[in-house]
């Protein structure tokens, strides 16, 4: 599907009702390589008869496959998980290709994570039961219809199979908008269910803007539940287009996680660990924990620490194995994150490393941002309280325990975080009060059986594990 020339991939057609068609509309998106500020591919920017199409093929599909035995559903699931592996070289490439994450890790995070993902959700459907009893009342877990997945760039594999592989496991048909941003790899996961023979309309894709696409999706009567990724902003206006339908939104949103490090804990661990959670795909990770909370008479220490650890991160190309940091999504990204870190400077952030200027062994052309490490950052500032998206470590020191806590807390976020002491009792009674949906101990590792999802402006609903299934299913109880 995809044509390779001259470095460009174009791919217009869309894939509704099981076969790839062309677009209703002439309309096209240009796709960047971030690395090089060149246009590197065109895609269709579907038109609202597109996503009526793809919605009706996605509800006449839904009853056939809604009713089938859950265990054909998981072997789909696989086959997917499969179909990705078999092209992983492919799919790497892509994705380093339009997102500008370095290849090596988007490997490991673009790509084994969404394999695991769609093979986790096959093993619970086979083994989750449908239906449960209470006394004389049989209650049955059913499908909740159509579900419109919306996607953002920076994770895109990743966000697609923790959507797709929930929605399809319980029963749902689903209605895919990939971001417009880093669409390219996709079109390979569409090849792939085209490739299994998995039944007609159960899975339609339809690319597009926002605005044009993703706005006709939830507001569509024939959609049951919205299930979305991307920024806070563009969550709240889903919620309220969504609204006079009633249909069901989940939202998983922006983030400001802290990481506190209490006076007793290993400096060097946690600060090199916050270092490379804050840096993951040049600081485009919703979970980033971008602001480093530290006791003030170690500052200096841990200052050092965390300078000393960023030098590792060589920004360059993405396809040179020696980066580990890319360039960001976008040109606009780019300019956002410079100025978000002038200001900061403006505002009487000590500036530690980096800073706005670009690169000087890299030609320019990419987006390229410095890893910048800004400390004695005011907990009530621009830079503490935005979601920067971009390579930047804000440090902010507090006196007391009951301070570092408020520091913490004072956020319009509340997605992730983390919390270091030696002490492991009190690190646990600590991270119990961190209004945030996910919070690692110690380091504790990211899992995908544990629920995901945010508080406050992070969002609503869950992704991941059984609680991520459960979301797009509702429950039917018959009484005696
Ligand atoms: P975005 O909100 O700009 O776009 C996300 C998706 O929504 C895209 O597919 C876009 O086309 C679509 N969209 C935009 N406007 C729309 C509208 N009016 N109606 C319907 N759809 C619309 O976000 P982005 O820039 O792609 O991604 C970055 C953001 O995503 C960051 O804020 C990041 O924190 C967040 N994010 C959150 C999580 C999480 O799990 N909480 C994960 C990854 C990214």
Same mark, same amino acid.
């Given at each position: 599907?995809?044509?390779?020339?001259?470095?460009?991939?174009?791919?217009?057609?869309?894939?509704?009702?099981?076969?790839?068609?062309?677009?209703?509309?002439?309309?096209?998106?240009?796709?960047?390589? !971030?690395?090089?500020?060149?246009?590197?591919?065109?895609?269709?920017?579907?038109?609202?008869?597109?996503?009526?199409?793809?919605?009706?093929?996605?509800?006449?599909?839904?009853?056939?496959?809604?009713?089938?035995? !859950?265990?054909?559903?998981?072997?789909?699931?696989?086959?997917?998980?499969?179909?990705?592996?078999?092209?992983?070289?492919?799919?790497?490439?892509?994705?380093?290709?339009?997102?500008?994450?370095?290849?090596?890790?988007?490997?490991?995070?673009?790509?084994?994570?969404?394999?695991?993902?769609?093979?986790?959700?096959?093993?619970?459907?086979?083994?989750?039961?449908?239906?449960?009893?209470?006394?004389?009342?049989?209650?049955?877990?059913?499908?909740?219809?159509?579900?419109?997945?919306?996607?953002?760039?920076?994770?895109?594999?990743? +966000?697609?199979?923790?959507?797709?592989?929930?929605?399809?496991?319980?029963?749902?048909?689903?209605?895919?908008?990939?971001?417009?941003?880093?669409?390219?790899?996709?079109?390979?996961?569409?090849?792939?269910?085209?490739?299994?023979?998995? !039944?007609?309309?159960?899975?339609?894709?339809?690319?597009?803007?926002?605005?044009?696409?993703?706005?006709?999706?939830?507001?569509?009567?024939?959609?049951?539940?919205?299930?979305?990724?991307?920024?806070? +902003?563009?969550?709240?206006?889903?919620?309220?287009?969504?609204?006079?339908?009633?249909?069901?939104?989940?939202?998983?949103?922006?983030?400001?996680?802290?990481?506190?490090?209490?006076?007793?804990?290993?400096?060097?661990?946690?600060?090199?660990?916050?270092?490379?959670?804050?840096?993951?795909?040049?600081? +485009?990770?919703?979970?980033?924990?971008?602001?480093?909370?530290?006791?003030?008479?170690?500052?200096?220490?841990?200052?050092?620490?965390?300078?000393?650890?960023?030098?590792?991160?060589?920004?360059?190309?993405?396809?040179?194995?020696?980066?580990?940091?890319?360039?960001?999504?976008?040109?606009?990204?780019?300019?956002?994150?410079?100025?978000?870190?002038?200001?900061?400077?403006?505002?009487?952030?000590?500036?530690?490393?980096?800073?706005?200027?670009?690169?000087?062994?890299?030609?320019?052309?990419?987006?390229?941002?410095?890893?910048?490490?800004?400390?004695?950052?005011?907990?009530?500032?621009?830079?503490?309280?935005?979601?920067?998206?971009? !390579?930047?470590?804000?440090?902010?020191?507090?006196?007391?325990?009951?301070?570092?806590?408020?520091?913490?807390?004072?956020?319009?976020?509340?997605?992730?975080?983390?919390?270091?002491?030696?002490?492991?009792?009190?690190?646990?009674?600590?991270?119990?009060?961190?209004?945030?949906?996910?919070?690692?101990?110690?380091?504790?590792?990211?899992?995908?059986?544990?629920?995901?999802?945010?508080?406050?402006?992070?969002?609503?609903?869950?992704?991941?594990?059984?609680?991520?299934? +459960?979301?797009?299913?509702?429950?039917?109880?018959?009484?005696?």
């Amino acid at each position: 599907m995809i044509i390779q020339t001259d470095m460009s991939l174009i791919n217009k057609k869309l894939y509704i009702g099981g076969r790839w068609i062309d677009s209703e509309s002439k309309a096209t998106i240009d796709v960047f390589n !971030p690395a090089t500020g060149k246009k590197i591919a065109e895609i269709a920017n579907g038109s609202k008869a597109d996503v009526l199409k793809a919605v009706h093929s996605a509800r006449q599909a839904f009853g056939p496959w809604s009713e089938k035995d !859950p265990v054909l559903r998981a072997q789909f699931l696989r086959k997917i998980a499969d179909g990705l592996q078999s092209r992983s070289e492919e799919i790497v490439d892509l994705i380093s290709l339009d997102v500008g994450m370095p290849r090596k890790m988007a490997k490991i995070m673009q790509l084994g994570l969404p394999i695991n993902i769609l093979n986790y959700y096959a093993d619970l459907v086979e083994k989750y039961s449908f239906e449960e009893s209470h006394g004389d009342a049989r209650v049955l877990s059913k499908p909740l219809g159509v579900a419109a997945c919306i996607t953002p760039w920076n994770y895109p594999l990743f +966000q697609i199979a923790a959507k797709v592989g929930p929605a399809l496991g319980s029963g749902c048909t689903v209605v895919l908008k990939p971001s417009e941003v880093a669409p390219l790899a996709t079109f390979v996961f569409a090849e792939i269910i085209d490739s299994i023979n998995l !039944p007609a309309g159960v899975f339609n894709l339809i690319t597009g803007t926002g605005e044009e696409v993703g706005e006709v999706l939830v507001t569509s009567a024939d959609v049951d539940i919205v299930s979305f990724t991307g920024s806070t +902003q563009v969550g709240k206006r889903i919620n309220q287009l969504s609204a006079p339908t009633l249909k069901k939104v989940t939202l998983e949103l922006g983030g400001k996680s802290a990481s506190v490090v209490l006076k007793d804990a290993d400096y060097e661990k946690a600060v090199k660990a916050t270092v490379s959670s804050c840096f993951l795909n040049s600081g +485009q990770t919703c979970l980033a924990q971008t602001r480093l909370i530290i006791p003030e008479e170690d500052y200096e220490i841990c200052a050092n620490l965390a300078v000393s650890a960023v030098k590792n991160f060589t920004v360059g190309d993405p396809f040179d194995d020696s980066s580990k940091l890319g360039p960001l999504v976008s040109k606009i990204q780019q300019s956002r994150v410079r100025s978000l870190i002038d200001s900061a400077i403006h505002e009487g952030a000590e500036l530690l490393i980096g800073g706005s200027h670009l690169p000087i062994n890299l030609d320019g052309a990419g987006y390229y941002v410095l890893p910048t490490i800004l400390g004695r950052v005011n907990p009530n500032s621009e830079i503490a309280q935005q979601e920067v998206f971009g !390579p930047v470590l804000s440090i902010l020191t507090y006196k007391t325990e009951q301070e570092a806590l408020d520091i913490a807390n004072n956020s319009q976020y509340g997605l992730s975080g983390a919390v270091w002491s030696r002490d492991i009792k009190k690190a646990q009674k600590f991270a119990e009060k961190i209004e945030t949906g996910q919070i690692h101990i110690n380091g504790g590792k990211f899992i995908l059986d544990a629920p995901f999802g945010g508080w406050k402006n992070s969002g609503r609903g869950h992704e991941l594990g059984l609680h991520g299934m +459960q979301e797009y299913m509702s429950y039917r109880t018959l009484l005696g």
